[in-house]
């Protein structure tokens, strides 16, 4: 006879006993063809896209050759679905279950997702029913060419900020004496009154690259304008999730482990979850297990400070933060983490010091780990051209493909596109001109 495993109301009463709140969660198996599918558009129903297939050809042949897994998408609404792959065992979705719903948990507290619509499926199907009217309109080439344009820049939004009023005052932050504003947003303060400057009347800079060329692009008409603007409404629902993945999933995966430490199983049940969960936490090779670290984060927190600091950290944290103010030497050592480069052909570790692993990984994590770039100047030169500025990091932008984004931003813009930059130290800036790219070390 089959073991019985708790249905979802059992576990989501546990859940609550523990203080996970959130909305209703509805559940739904599906086949590996659409969970991945859903994965690759990262919420069901959106527009349509050459890049979606091409992400869902990547993740269904890892899936394919035994590479890698997906066990389950849960999307940020109210109430949430969780879409669980039909081919899992009933262990498996008991595991997924609980961490199910420390996702939801998470979209409801954390204060990046404040903002975000719970409506955000049926969003995403009007703006493809006007995509498909666009279409038809115009040709699928004429549109989804002019998609290729926008979603190069997608991510150069400001994300909606979040009504941070309840949340407890700064607190000092012991390393180095930093004060920690319980929250971290590296986004300068977007000026107001946006618009073409002539001399004396606009604010720069500009921090929403679309929002500005929606409202001051001459090359665009209305239909376009829409369009522009469906993806950047898309791209501030995500954002979020961009901000805070190692957070979002270690927050899950810590309450999948204590939930399924408390449910009645077999031994055989716990033995075979316990080399499930490790698969999950397991290192990846050359880059961060989101999982791993997010929940060994989370395990050092309430160790050291108790549950409800535990508790706050996910209420007020994103990824940048949670790394910067909790990474410890400990974890570093435990986690095996290093920082790697390359040594003319060879792959080298370059530092095992668990200071300058944190400071990489800061980097790294850093506005989601796009390029911060503002826009200076809308009417530059007097002849209506658009200069930007990329506020260099350390990082230096891949000149390649900058140089074929910015081909993109000129398409959207309809006059020379400029790019100040820093490469290799040296400062410079990148104009394009239709299809013609030239560089001028300033």
Not at 81 to 91: G, K, M, R, T
Not at 103 to 123: E, G, K, L
Not at 126 to 150: C, K, M, N, P, W
Not at 219 to 240: G, I, N, T
Request: aromatic share 12%; with cysteine.
């Amino acid at each position: 006879m089959a073991p019985a495993y708790p249905d979802d109301r059992v576990i989501a009463e546990l859940a609550a006993s523990h203080g996970l709140k959130g909305c209703p969660v509805l559940f739904e198996m599906v086949p590996a063809s659409v969970l991945y599918e859903f994965a690759a558009y990262l919420i069901p129903g959106r527009m349509a896209h050459w890049s979606f297939g091409k992400q869902y050809q990547l993740l269904k042949l890892h899936y394919d050759y035994g590479l890698g897994k997906l066990y389950e998408m849960v999307v940020n609404t109210n109430p949430a679905y969780a879409f669980l792959l039909e081919s899992n065992s009933p262990l498996e979705n008991t595991m997924v279950r609980c961490h199910v719903f420390g996702h939801v948990d998470f979209f409801q507290a954390n204060h990046a997702f404040r903002p975000t619509p719970s409506n955000m499926i049926d969003v995403v199907s009007h703006h493809a029913d006007r995509i498909r009217q666009y279409e038809f309109q115009y040709g699928r080439t004429v549109v989804e060419t002019l998609l290729d344009s926008v979603m190069a820049i997608e991510e150069h939004v400001e994300w909606a900020q979040p009504d941070l009023s309840g949340l407890p005052p700064p607190r000092v932050v012991e390393d180095a004496g930093q004060t920690d504003p319980g929250y971290c947003d590296l986004k300068p303060r977007v000026a107001k009154g946006l618009g073409r400057r002539t001399a004396r009347d606009q604010a720069y800079p500009a921090w929403d690259l679309l929002d500005f060329i929606i409202r001051h692009s001459d090359a665009l008409e209305d239909w376009q304008r829409d369009v522009v603007a469906m993806v950047r409404e898309e791209m501030q629902y995500f954002w979020p999730q961009i901000r805070t993945k190692i957070l979002n999933e270690g927050w899950a995966t810590y309450w999948h482990i204590r939930l399924m430490q408390e449910l009645e199983l077999s031994d055989a049940d716990y033995v075979d979850y316990a080399r499930l969960s490790a698969a999950v936490t397991a290192p990846h090779e050359f880059q961060v297990n989101s999982y791993g670290l997010g929940v060994r984060l989370f395990e050092d927190i309430c160790r050291r400070f108790g549950e409800k600091e535990m508790f706050f950290c996910r209420e007020v944290e994103d990824d940048l933060s949670f790394v910067r103010n909790h990474l410890t030497q400990e974890i570093v050592e435990a986690l095996h983490l290093f920082v790697f480069g390359r040594d003319q052909q060879n792959i080298v570790i370059k530092s095992r010091d668990w200071k300058t692993v944190r400071d990489q990984l800061v980097r790294e994590l850093t506005h989601g780990g796009v390029p911060v770039i503002s826009v200076e100047d809308g009417d530059f030169h007097h002849r209506g051209e658009l200069y930007l500025l990329h506020h260099h990091d350390g990082a230096d932008l891949d000149l390649p493909y900058a140089e074929q984004t910015l081909k993109h931003v000129f398409k959207l813009w309809g006059r020379p596109v400029h790019l100040d930059t820093v490469n290799r130290g040296r400062r410079m800036v990148l104009t394009a001109d239709g299809d013609t790219i030239t560089q001028v070390v300033v």
